[in-house]
């Protein structure tokens, strides 16, 4: 099925930043209490509120953070690994 209707700028952000996180537009909906529906309705461009928008922007930017976070943890569990490992190497007669 082909689209109908171009993409807003918000709309094309929205879908590339679910892609990125992995969620879906129904997971998002969840967590702003709206329906699957009303999320793809914002991305096409049909649903044009103010308020739904910036619900489904601080819930992507929180997404962001929290993934954020997530990285920085797994690099100082990383870094901690690799100094594990060169004390070893030193003590290491």
């Not at 309705?41 to 929290?66: A, H, M, P």
Request: include cysteine; aromatic fraction near 2%.
């Amino acid at each position: 099925m082909r689209r109908t209707r171009k993409l807003t700028p918000d709309g094309e952000r929205i879908k590339i930043k679910l892609w990125t996180y992995n969620m879906t537009a129904r997971d998002l909906a969840l967590r702003i209490g709206k329906t699957d529906g009303t999320i793809c309705d914002v991305i096409s461009g049909k649903n044009r509120s103010q308020v739904t928008l910036r619900q489904i922007l601080e819930v992507l930017e929180e997404e962001e953070r929290r993934l954020a976070m997530e990285r920085k943890r797994l690099r100082q569990a990383e870094q901690g690994r690799r100094e594990e490992e060169e004390d070893e190497h030193v003590e290491s007669p």
